[in-house]
């Protein structure tokens, strides 16, 4: 019943796409906040084992989201894996990562920072900054306020997991989940005359399934 | 477990035997960077990066004296094999390269835990350590952690194992406020980053639970393929630490990681250390 709680609790099928707004306007602060060329969030597919692009906001926004790549490689993978932020300038100086970005991705950026996504005890994901402008060097305190934005980044990814968890449910076989969804959207949407009346139909079934 | 000397009483001690258990350290009046690692290589201390791997050859990592790699198979066991494929992403071999820059003379060995997928990371950590600390290396560099509650209970068992067997554990610390592991734990030394660029200024806090910090920022990191890059992070100010214990136990291989931990406090440039 687990998955139905979380069907309930995420509010069900509308917010998955509030969500994906939610994350896309946290990569477009975080890119203008940095001055930044672009900015992206990846998401953990437990599944496949691999980092997909969530949100992309600059360079490369439009093309690259649902692009997916193996969860341990990249420097996003770095991250992922060791749970570690991280900050790599002169990135365009090595012609295999160039080559490699360039393939993947379409341009290739002198530096970024990337932080792992992290909610209560998982990792979901990770956010990069690309080409923020060549300042004197790269502060803590800029790692800091990366920071901040993964905090919020790590919060809309785990609502949209749990929004897409619902959905699952929801449209699952079996379909007992869907029929308590569409119970529940029907009983909304009644007056109140119908709904007393569903209620306590619904109060009848329930003692008949306890009588043996 | 490493048994006691039958000699030397572990549990107790009777009366009149305090000299039974002198300790082989000849303390000077006041600790300083000269005693404690003036003129130290890092020779004879054996470090084993716990990570992605090291990449053979190297101009910044040298000689590897070791490499084993830990996997998962198809039913969920982890084995241990003979690592030939080096490093898979570049983060074992740019910790590898501090290291060796900063303690030229120590053993280098690779115990490679990331790179297969993040999926069951977490036990292929566990059994990396547990493996790790068995060997008794002197000191084991982590530049990473979990955030998994179910694996803490066990890193703390095997931190404290390698703390009283005589293994510095050296890992770095979240500058975000998540609950990871195992650099949160006392017996460990938890590194963060500080700004500075001298790579053997390093600085005890005094508001635990990151205990020191060392260089992280702006660091010339080894990167795959022979090459450098610069790199800001924790994962690279762990290394510096590590290479700074190295030093110390080359010169004073006699110490136990409480007494290393004081050194290093003695010599933090906000202590003693920065005159």
């Known amino acids: 019943m687990s998955d139905l709680r979380a069907a309930v609790a995420a509010g069900a099928l509308g917010s998955e796409e509030g969500y994906r707004e939610l994350l896309q306007s946290i990569v477009e602060v975080a890119r203008a906040i940095f001055g930044a060329r672009a900015s992206s969030v990846f998401l953990f597919d437990e599944e496949s084992d691999e980092l997909v692009f969530e949100a992309v906001s600059g360079e490369g926004a439009g093309d690259l989201i649902g692009q997916r790549f193996p969860s341990s490689t990249g420097i996003a993978g770095w991250v992922l894996v060791t749970r570690q932020p991280l900050v790599v300038e002169e990135l365009d100086k090595d012609p295999r990562f160039a080559r490699e970005a360039a393939e993947s991705t379409g341009f290739v950026p002198k530096g970024l920072m990337a932080v792992p996504l992290l909610h209560e005890d998982r990792a979901l994901g990770v956010l990069e900054v690309l080409d923020r402008p060549q300042k004197a060097a790269f502060s803590l305190a800029e790692m800091e306020l990366l920071g901040l934005f993964a905090n919020e980044a790590a919060i809309a990814l785990d609502l949209l997991l749990k929004a897409r968890t619902a959905r699952a449910v929801l449209e699952g076989e079996g379909g007992e989940a869907a029929a308590f969804a569409r119970f529940a959207s029907r009983l909304d949407d009644a007056d109140e005359e119908k709904r007393e009346a569903a209620l306590q139909l619904l109060d009848a079934l329930g003692k008949l399934l306890r009588e043996r | ?275």
């Open chain 2, 1 to 275: 477990m490493t048994e006691e000397p039958a000699d030397l009483p572990a549990w107790s001690l009777p009366a009149g035997a305090g000299e039974r258990i002198s300790i082989g350290v000849d303390w000077p009046e006041r600790v300083t960077r000269d005693w404690a690692f003036g003129g130290a290589t890092g020779k004879g201390v054996r470090v084993c990066i716990l990570d992605s791997g090291i990449e053979a050859g190297h101009p910044r990592v040298g000689e590897v004296e070791g490499a084993v790699a830990f996997n998962r198979d198809d039913e969920d066991e982890i084995d241990v094999v003979d690592d030939t494929e080096g490093d898979l992403c570049g983060h074992g071999t740019a910790c590898a390269g501090i290291v060796r820059q900063l303690a030229p003379e120590c053993e280098l060995f690779s115990a490679r835990v990331l790179g297969a997928g993040f999926k069951g990371s977490g036990p292929v950590l566990l059994a990396g350590l547990r493996w790790a600390v068995d060997q008794d290396f002197d000191v084991i560099n982590m530049s990473l952690s979990t955030t998994k509650r179910q694996f803490a209970e066990l890193l703390h068992e095997l931190a404290d194992k390698a703390y009283f067997r005589n293994t510095v554990l050296v890992a770095s610390a979240h500058n975000m406020p998540v609950e990871s592991y195992p650099w949160r734990f006392s017996s460990v030394i938890s590194v963060g980053s500080h700004e500075e660029p001298d790579p053997m200024t390093f600085f005890y806090n005094p508001s635990p639970p990151v205990e020191f910090f060392a260089r992280g920022v702006g660091v010339e990191i080894a990167w795959l393929g022979g090459g450098t890059i610069l790199s800001t992070g924790n994962s690279f100010a762990t290394p510096h630490m590590s290479a700074i214990c190295a030093l110390v136990l080359s010169k004073h291989p006699e110490l136990t990681p409480f007494q290393l931990k004081n050194v290093l406090y003695l010599t933090a440039n906000n202590v003693g250390g920065g005159a």
